[in-house]
């Protein structure tokens, strides 16, 4: 049904596809400035609205480069409930900066993150501030043309790749497939462990009709962690769910092999859980499992008299021919 509605609004659509294809050009032709930084930089992005694993790339970049690089990680801070430029501190929260930075400033301490609606600014300020950094991440970067960093990576989900896609509303992409030929590399996001050669030479074909890029594969792996209690989980072992998520399915389907979902309390994307939220989650008296995103808006409101037995799903990105992968990221990066 929800589909047959957007099919209704594909006038939309070609209104969009003009819109969006008329600021491409402005910038394609010089009408409208990019600037590229001086140090170097990699950016993150995709075409397409929802849950490809940015934030999975970006803390993989973030966790191989950090011993080497003082690096400054600049997003958007989706979610959050200010607006303007503000340098993640202690002082700050997911609210303040949006979940996705917070939760990897908590990752990566001693690192530079920067939340602003306007990536330049961003910049603007490092340099105003003579910040120490010596390579900057974009996070979300591919329609924020006014940068343009050394180093494009555009991920594609292989579950929805972006050549079958169409543009909003009807579909999910935010600007036209052709897009893709701002990307250095494109990542494809999400494989199944099973992925043969023919299938990967079909999704390279397919993506060559509209980009030069490097094209790389990639899977998502994912291991429970303890947060409240040392108690391992037990295979098929009762468990609650909890995820504000683009792609609340997936999460589901990534647990559900293990463990014997019992309720699965889904919410949109950067959602705010309230304490009687958590207090009414809480009363089901089952483990539960969530996101790292989700738990560091969750630990901050956990009722003082409970001790809820809670483990986070963390992500680990895995690329295929990894080496080849770096090899091209720090080329284009000289």
Request: proline fraction near 4%; glycine fraction near 4%; include cysteine.
């Amino acid at each position: 049904m929800l589909q047959f509605f957007r099919y209704l609004l594909f006038p939309f659509s070609i209104i969009y596809k003009v819109i969006t294809t008329l600021r491409n050009l402005l910038f394609d032709f010089g009408i409208l400035k990019s600037i590229t930084p001086v140090l170097p930089s990699i950016g993150v992005g995709n075409l397409t609205v929802g849950g490809t694993g940015k934030t999975t790339v970006v803390d993989y970049l973030i966790e191989k480069l950090k011993k080497d690089n003082q690096i400054t990680v600049i997003s958007r801070g989706y979610g959050r409930k200010t607006k303007g430029l503000r340098e993640i501190t202690n002082l700050e929260n997911p609210e303040t900066v949006g979940d996705e930075p917070f939760m990897l400033y908590e990752k990566h301490q001693g690192l530079s993150f920067i939340v602003s609606e306007s990536r330049k600014k961003a910049l603007e300020y490092l340099k105003k501030k003579e910040s120490k950094s010596d390579l900057i991440i974009f996070d979300d970067v591919l329609q924020h043309r006014h940068v343009k960093p050394k180093t494009m990576i555009m991920l594609s989900d292989f579950s929805r790749p972006f050549y079958e896609d169409v543009l909003l509303p009807t579909g999910n992409l935010r600007e036209s497939r052709i897009g893709a030929k701002r990307a250095n590399i494109v990542l494809v996001s999400k494989c199944p462990i099973d992925l043969d050669t023919a299938e990967k030479e079909n999704i390279r074909l397919q993506i060559s009709k509209y980009s030069n890029a490097e094209i790389y594969f990639s899977k998502m792996e994912s291991t429970l962690e303890k947060k409240t209690i040392n108690t391992e989980l037990t295979q098929s072992e009762k468990v609650i769910l909890v995820s504000g998520l683009a792609n609340n399915k997936q999460f589901f389907e990534s647990i559900a092999n293990r463990y014997q979902i019992q309720f699965h309390y889904k919410y949109p994307d950067h959602f705010q859980y309230s304490e009687s939220e958590i207090s009414e989650i809480l009363k089901s008296n089952l483990p539960i499992i969530t996101t790292e995103k989700d738990f560091v808006k969750i630990k901050k409101i956990i009722p003082r008299n409970s001790n809820p037995a809670i483990y986070v799903s963390k992500i680990m990105l895995k690329i295929e021919n990894e080496a080849g992968f770096w090899d091209s990221i720090r080329s284009k990066l000289k």
